[in-house]
């Protein structure tokens, strides 16, 4: 995530930018050279030049992408706000998808961001300059006289198609998923065909666990809503976890009060983030930000424009539409190698000597979070990348995510808002139908964290993603958000 302000007076609204350029993610994201300039009464263009490695769009597969918003505030005021645009869909009128790598501009309708992707099958380094989007500036309460600063912001994503999959390998991860046929032995993989409401029951045909007590119990009979995020409908992904750049970023564009409650100096393992002068960095940018509790990943998610997912979805970012295979991990085997060690290169970067998984598993050395995406390489392949059938990393290991559990109510009452960009004054997610900040119910655990072994790493374990929430912070726990796919986006 890189962040942008400068100086330039344009005849009445006014740009200020930063030059950031700073890699926080495995593929070198950059958004620099951000500029406004006024456009109308209500409306104000939004400039900017973006670009990264290893992007892809293989059609009728899948695509990456970059999820890019934006943060404002008028000069003399403290407080950031988020920044609306005009328009929706795939590149509206008035914006422009500027000079190099062909792009498209897709805007949602709640207007929070917008994604921005290949327009033609290929792969390799995107780049783009002079990007051009439209904001509305009256929902801001700004004026075209106006002196704005604006910060750019922006996460990778990976698109995860539309269609079927299945929960559950049938193999003996602790708590699986199963079709409601299972009576013992190995679990029976269960078949989601779309988002309609679905029966929770010991039933064949029904979704079922194997588990109905305890830190992994599936709970009992009942139904999720059509509203419930089931996975079957296309999302976006973050490609890795969040790193602690990004939530350095994050931090910034906070008031006091609400930095009182989503700052930790902690001694975490591996964690470097520190403030000085008022200005939060990490010195270690592109690693993955561990000591988030529930509370900090779900205000940094609706602060984003991103939710939490479901664990429906969490397999099918992992598995993809592919039969599965028994206690297979998310990239698609049984086979998995622990970190042996991990290289500097001189600037602060890791690199693995060797493994596929930061999990606690033979010869591991290094406890606690690596760089986000450290195992892939030009020349990986899936298994040795640690990467999911579409491409994401890092979803086992590393550090626990937070999930939307099937275990209890709370959790099954979700029914997918997307972050609105607004936190409360103290600094929580204000999204009322999210789990509570405070209590985490609803909230479960999926994929396992470095300090723990490879069974906890597995694609359907659900050790600590029943009836179970931890609201406190600790040093194991991380954050990873997703978005609905707008509508009529295609792979």
Known sequence: ???????????????????????????GLLVTNVMVRKRDNTTATVTFDIAWQNSWRFTNINHDATWVFFKAR???????????????????????????????????????????????????????????????????????????????????????????????????????????????????????????????????????????????????????????????????????EATQGQYADFLNTLTAAQLANRYSSAAWNRYTLSVSNGVYSASVPDRVCNGLCYGDAAAFMDWAGLRPYTELEFEKACRGPLPPVADEYPWGTTAIGGTTGINNDGTGRDTAVSGNCNCNYGSHSVYGPYRAGIYATASSTREQAGASYWGILGLSGSLWEYALTLGNSSGRAFTGEHGDGVLTADGYADVIAWPSSTTAVGIGFR?????????????????????????????????????????????
């Open 1 to 27: 995530m890189t962040t942008c302000f400068t100086k330039r007076m344009l005849a009445a609204i006014c740009g200020l930018m930063l030059a950031a350029a700073q890699d926080v993610g495995a593929n």
């Open 74 to 240: 008028q000069e003399g005021q403290s407080e950031w706000h988020r920044v609306l645009l005009e328009g929706s869909g795939i590149n509206p009128p008035g914006y422009s998808n500027g000079m190099g790598t062909a792009v498209d501009l897709i805007v949602p309708s709640d207007r929070v961001g917008l994604f921005v992707r290949r327009a033609a099958q290929g792969s390799g380094t995107l780049a783009v300059t002079n990007v051009q989007v439209v904001w509305n500036i009256a929902s801001a309460n700004v004026v075209k006289t106006s002196l704005i600063q604006m910060r750019a912001l922006a996460v990778e994503m990976v698109y995860v198609a539309e269609g079927a999959f299945k929960v559950g390998s049938g193999g003996t991860e602790s708590g699986s998923l199963t079709d409601g046929s299972w009576t013992s032995g190995s679990p029976v993989p269960f078949t989601v065909t779309s988002e309609d409401v679905l029966t929770i029951a010991h039933t064949a045909g029904c979704l079922w666990g194997i588990s109905t007590g305890n830190n992994n119990t599936f709970g009992g009979a009942g139904t999720l809503s059509a509203s419930f995020p089931k996975g079957y409908a296309a999302f976006y992904c973050m490609k890795e």
């Open 447 to 491: 994929g396992g964290s470095y300090q723990d072994g490879p069974l906890m790493a597995r694609t359907s374990a659900r050790d600590y993603c029943g009836n179970y929430s931890d609201p406190a912070r600790n040093n194991l726990c991380c954050c990873r958000g997703v978005r609905t796919a707008p509508a009529g986006v295609l792979p």
